[in-house]
């Protein structure tokens, strides 16, 4: 029976370090994706001078837009302002700060010209460009470590158990 319990630590502890390695990769996978997402806005605004509810419709491959959409669909009272804020808070794998950057991309979009959307919209590119930097740099670091750990703590507590 302890031998049961030791490789089920072993496996539990595993698979949680196998987690943390996981919401690293999806970090900078989302990352990537809305930097691609702006890249897309900044081009439909300049050349078509599409307003967000537009931007939506044709964005609509992107998860974050998705999620977006989704909210309206849901729920018709929402602005999408609205379910802008309840999508960014929807993303779990991002950092406060993540957030933060994304909110206010937010907040601007569709409050200012064309020219005014273009410049939020390329400063804060530069934001998320500098922000994968540091996702893929702490994923190289630290999702080895996670999963490591995890193992290593699972045999400690099988040895312990046995």
């Known amino acids: 029976m302890n031998i049961l319990f030791a490789i089920l630590a072993v496996v539990l502890c595993t698979g949680v370090g196998l987690y943390q390695a996981a919401r690293l990769s999806e970090r900078e996978r989302l990352l990537s994706e809305i930097i691609l997402m702006l890249e897309e806005m ?87 460009k500098s922000r994968l930097t540091d996702a893929e740099t702490e994923k190289r670091r630290k999702s080895n470590m996670y999963r490591s750990v995890g193992v290593l703590m699972g045999i400690a507590i099988a040895v312990v158990i046995i």
């Open 42 to 128: 900044a081009i439909h605004i300049r050349y078509n001078a599409a307003k967000a509810e537009e931007l939506f419709k044709e964005l609509d491959r992107f998860e974050f837009i998705k999620s977006i959409n989704s909210i309206l669909k849901n729920n018709t009272d929402n602005s999408w302002h609205g379910a802008w804020e309840k999508a960014v808070k929807e993303l779990n794998a991002f950092s406060p700060d993540d957030r933060d950057i994304l909110l206010s991309v937010g907040s601007s979009l569709g409050s200012t010209d064309i020219g005014g959307q273009l410049a939020m919209l390329e400063l804060n590119k530069k934001f998320f």
